[in-house]
């Protein structure tokens, strides 16, 4: 069964820490553009971050410097490192995997992160 599972979300405060996880089922992560979004109920979804089969990064303006993405092969696994956590970083997190960085056809069901102040 192909699917994409995340892990990780949590509450913590301004400043704070936490590190997402998605595991791919059915499918190698080094073989497609794997990323992550965000999205807050009631606004438009939002990149966070991307990395592509040639191992480029991208981020959002609003994350650079904050966030990492990274993958560990063996695992088959993406993470996303998110540092000095800000109450707007508050959404629910989804981890997706596309053919191209601009195209996604597979997403997890999403890992809630609560920031507060």
């Known amino acids: 069964q192909v699917k994409l599972v995340e892990s990780g979300g949590g509450s913590v405060q301004s400043g704070g820490s936490l590190r997402l996880s998605c595991v791919a089922f059915g499918y190698t992560i080094g073989r497609y553009c794997m990323a992550w979004f965000r999205q807050v109920q009631g606004k438009e979804r939002e990149r966070v971050a991307a990395i592509d089969t040639d191992r480029s990064v991208s981020y959002a303006d609003s994350v650079k410097g904050r966030f990492t993405i990274s993958q560990d092969h063996d695992l088959n696994t993406v993470f996303l490192q998110e540092n000095n956590l800000k109450p707007e970083d508050t959404a629910m997190y989804y981890c997706?995997?596309?053919?191209?960085?601009?195209?996604?056809?597979?997403w997890g069901q999403g890992t809630q992160v609560t920031v507060s102040s």
């Open positions: 997706a995997a596309g053919f191209a960085c601009d195209y996604f056809f597979e």
